[in-house]
């Protein structure tokens, strides 16, 4: 793979979770266990709305082991992962580029969070934890750079 040297180039991205708690207009589902308390959504986007999947080509979330199937895997957007709860835990997402491309896999930590406390965002009963990243890729393949400056 050759380089283009003295060139870097960033990726804008969003990630994190959002969490709505059951209730009586939010009903749990009847196929949900009776021990689930919310409904949430992990996910990673783009921060400006552009289409990831011109240079991701997968994304693999590691959920709690008390989760079925905690190892899921995403081939095209959304890049996200829906599911109900009863509490919150690490998860491990692993961004993968297309291996054309030459670029080994990212990996970010994101807390899910179901209560609102802390740096947390509730809008109508619907908690936030989202962060801001952006993914660099220094001194990119010239076929990476052409998968990053796709329109
Ligand atoms: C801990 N924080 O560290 C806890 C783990 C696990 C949450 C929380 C299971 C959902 C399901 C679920 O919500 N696990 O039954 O599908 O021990």
């Not at 991701?56 to 890049?79: A, G, W, Y």
């Amino acid at each position: 793979h050759k380089r283009i040297k003295q060139v870097s180039i960033s990726k804008p991205i969003l990630y994190g979770n959002t969490a709505t708690k059951f209730s009586n207009v939010n009903p749990i589902p009847l196929n949900a266990p009776k021990d689930h308390t919310h409904k949430w959504t992990v996910f990673v986007r783009d921060a400006t709305n552009n289409d990831l999947s011109t240079y991701i080509s997968k994304v693999v979330f590691k959920l709690h082991d008390t989760i079925p199937n905690p190892l899921r895997t995403i081939e095209s957007p959304p890049f996200e992962v829906t599911e109900s709860g009863w509490g919150e835990f690490e998860i491990i997402i692993k961004i993968y580029f297309h291996s054309d491309g030459g670029e080994k896999n990212v990996t970010l930590l994101h807390h899910l969070k179901l209560h609102p406390y802390n740096d947390i965002i509730n809008i109508d009963g619907k908690v936030e934890s989202i962060k801001y990243d952006e993914i660099v890729f220094n001194e990119p393949t010239e076929k990476m750079f052409e998968l990053l400056t796709l329109k």
